[in-house]
């Protein structure tokens, strides 16, 4: 099955956390990252992630998400 789900401008990059089933998508253009419910495709939350997130990946033994930045360092979410 596939949906369509809206985020914000510019979505850059994503991911997902195979034991958490979220998935978060790097929104270049507006400086957020969108974390969204892979179980029920819903949008938990935009997170400000600084001037222009660009990456996004994640590791899910520790259960962190690591955004870079291209106007500032690594983020940590």
Do not use: E
Request: glycine share 4%; hydrophobic share 40%.
């Amino acid at each position: 099955m596939t949906k369509t789900i809206t985020v914000s401008s510019s979505p850059w990059s994503i991911t997902v956390n195979p034991k958490s089933n979220i998935i978060h998508v790097a929104n270049c253009h507006n400086g957020t990252t969108t974390v969204i419910n892979g179980a029920t495709n819903c949008v938990i939350t935009n997170i400000q992630s600084g001037r222009f997130p660009d990456y996004v990946d994640v590791n899910p033994m520790m259960n962190i998400v690591y955004v870079s930045n291209v106007m500032a360092i690594l983020l940590q979410l």
